[in-house]
């Protein structure tokens, strides 16, 4: 027969008087070792490197958003051309005339580069300075083209000029007289000057002043343009031409210039 739950024995649960708990616990907080803990130096350190270089790159992002909104919201510039045969010329730029004073382009070598190609080269071959002579006639013949240059020298040579030059130690200025365009050869320069030679001659010294004329036949330099070696003037001179020498007011001859100059 099966028994009731409630006829079942209560069992007995062994008590713990008050006197035994509280021996456990003191034993216990006696054994329990207070520690205080630090983060480490080196982690700190780089905590603040990490948040110096967020707010640098939150300023920086701030900058360049406020540049982007400025360019964006600011007035563009205004700018009136007018447009001519010769090429664009600007006449105003943001209300403020400019007389027409700035113009653009391609770039077009013209007759101002011829004539100062031409008066680079004359200074180069009559101007005469003994410690600098050799210098003098490199860069006379880097601004011809080379064949050109290449007859050039084989004229020098035939000449003996170089050589009588160092032997009779001749020291020369060159003064520009006229460099003008031909009116019928846009590519053709004329050049007048005097030239002011000293020189010694079996040993005695001698002082000569010669106007010279002569004409220089340009070409364009298409494979360079405007470089160091055509004094960034884009031509080349291709031929010497018409070379005539007045000494101490000996007669000139037939003038080689057109009668009537061209406007500069």
Known sequence: MAARVSDLPIPEVAGTSESD?????AEAAERIEVINQHRDERDVRLLLYLSGSNIALVSLLLLSLAANAWMYWRRPDRIVVDRRADGDHVMMVNDQATNGAVSF????PGAEDKRRLANEWAMARYAIDPLAREQAIEKL???????????????????GELERERGERHQAT?????TVIDSGNPYRVNLVGT??????VGGVPQH???QIMFSLRLMPDKDRGRAQHNLFTGFLVVDLLDVREVTNGESAGESILPQQLPQR
């Open 21 to 25: 708990v509280k021996p456990a616990h």
């Open 105 to 108: 382009g391609s770039d077009k």
């Open 141 to 159: 013949l880097l601004m011809m083209e080379p064949n050109a240059a290449a007859k050039f020298v084989a004229y020098l040579k035939k000449n």
């Open 174 to 178: 060159w003064k520009p007289q006229l």
């Open 195 to 200: 030239q002011e030679l000293n020189k010694v």
């Open 208 to 210: 000569e002043m010669k």
